[in-house]
Every structure is written in C-alpha cells, then in structure tokens.
C-alpha cells in the first residue's frame, strides 16, 4: 500500500495525489498551488480531506491515500487506497443525479443533497487501489 508521503503532490498527467491514513496524528498542508488552484489537506489514520480555494472537495472516514485525482464539471475520478472500508464525501453541483462506478462495477446513481454532497461507500481489501468515477448524469 502507498502513503503520499509528502501529503499532496501534483503528477504528470495533471491530476494529484494526496492522503497518508497510516500517520498517528494530523498533518495538514496549505497553500498547495495546482492548476492555478490552492489546496489544503488534512490527513491522518481516522480522516483525510482536501479543499480546493477554501471549498469543500473530499472526505473520507477513516483517512485514505488518494491517487490520480481529477475534478471538472462533468466527472471526478480516482484511486483510492486505505486499510479498511471508507465512507467518501465529494462536493459536487447541488440536486444533480450522478453515475457511480467503483472498481469497474456499476454501483448505481446517486443524487446530491441541497448542499451538493454525495456520499459513498467503498469497500477496501487494505492491498490494492480501488478506481471511483463519478459521472454527472
């Protein structure tokens, strides 16, 4: 299984990486420039989440590594990698339907509350990423 050591780090296909679930104790990180955005991420064992320009982006419970991530208005895909099962929050558009895929499988559609979350679950074998997309309908 891999930690982002460094907490968040862009990569070369313009997506970035961030998350370390195996820490004891919070570390955050701020001022992340990407893509002409600022992110700050808090991470540790029993949480990890990411803003983007102050806003709400991702959460999960207990804390993940995330790989690959890459938001647009259309869809937001990942790798997701932990020690146990995770519930993840993305903030997405508000009362919008949205298609689920979790490790290549159908897990159906999902609409967002008034605020634009949209809560799933994901089950997780502690050994290997699982791929999430989540497609605006």
Not at 8 to 23: A, Q
Request: glycine share 8%; net charge negative; charged share 30%.
């Amino acid at each position: 299984m891999s930690v982002i050591s460094e907490l968040i780090r862009s990569e070369s296909d313009g997506t970035i990486s961030f998350g370390d679930y195996s820490l004891d104790t919070k570390a955050k990180l701020d001022n992340f420039k990407h893509a002409g955005d600022l992110y700050k991420v808090k991470t540790y064992q029993e949480i990890t989440k990411l803003e983007r320009n102050g806003m709400f982006v991702y959460e999960s419970v207990p804390g993940t590594a995330v790989m690959k991530f890459k938001a647009t208005d259309e869809e937001v895909s990942f790798q997701v990698e932990g020690p146990e099962d995770t519930q993840i929050t993305l903030e997405l558009e508000a009362g919008t339907e949205y298609d689920i895929m979790i490790d290549g499988t159908d897990a159906g559609t999902m609409k967002t509350n008034l605020g634009g979350k949209l809560s799933i679950s994901v089950e997780m074998d502690g050994n290997n990423a699982v791929a999430v997309t989540v497609t605006k309908k």
